[in-house]
């Protein structure tokens, strides 16, 4: 599994996609995680699952999340499509967003309380949304990735067993958060020092 914290900014303008961020992948911004290709396998079972759990209560008003199921969704499994991993772009000279799926189809992830899990395949159209007033708290949620067994995607970041996961000691955890969170630096412009160099000596080694 993998994990990432992040919360709802108040209203305000977006910033733009950082260095090396692959196109349309803001937070506030329509996108996938994953392709089809990586998250449904051959036998139609999913190969990945993106977990969202709120820790505060989630309105329609302090930073929801937005989907857009799979049956409304014709690039869902098309994975050549050019929409497929580029369901919104913005205009770099004009900031204009253009989407590329049917806006009728979207569906607030909302009210949801504290605790609450919701689960979608990794090619699912999702983005967050900004609170739309200053008396509204941000949320604030966790973030995981589930894989089956043997699945692997990125080189450098294995999975954690459940079992590894348990074994964990306090420094190895919050290492673990540290990497997490630099992980976001594209998008969120997080400096060198944002994370202490040392807690990534606790950075447990997973074996393949």
């Not at 009728?104 to 007033?133: F, K």
């Not at 020092?193 to 997973?206: E, I």
């Amino acid at each position: 599994q993998r994990t990432g914290l992040n919360g709802a900014g108040a209203a305000e303008e977006e910033e733009e996609d950082g260095p090396g961020a692959p196109p349309g992948s803001n937070f506030g911004h329509p996108h996938r995680d994953f392709t089809c290709l990586d998250s449904i396998g051959a036998d139609g079972e999913p190969r990945l699952l993106s977990t969202w759990v709120p820790l505060t209560p989630v309105t329609a008003d302090n930073g929801c999340m937005l989907v857009v199921p799979r049956a409304l969704d014709r690039h869902f499994d098309k994975r050549w499509a050019y929409a497929h991993m580029r369901p919104a772009t913005r205009g770099e000279a004009d900031g204009v967003t253009e989407v590329r799926f049917d806006l009728q189809a979207v569906r607030a992830v909302a009210p949801l309380r504290p605790g609450s899990v919701v689960a979608w395949h990794g090619n699912l159209i999702h983005w967050g949304t900004c609170c739309t007033a200053a008396d509204h708290a941000p949320r604030v949620s966790v973030g995981f990735n589930f894989f089956r067994r043997g699945v692997r995607l990125q080189s450098g970041a294995p999975n954690l067993t459940q079992e590894r996961a348990r074994a964990l000691n306090l420094q190895q955890r919050l290492a673990i958060i540290s990497r997490s969170l630099l992980a976001y630096s594209p998008w969120f412009k997080l400096g060198a020092t944002t994370v202490p160099p040392g807690l990534f000596r606790h950075v447990p080694s997973v074996p393949d």
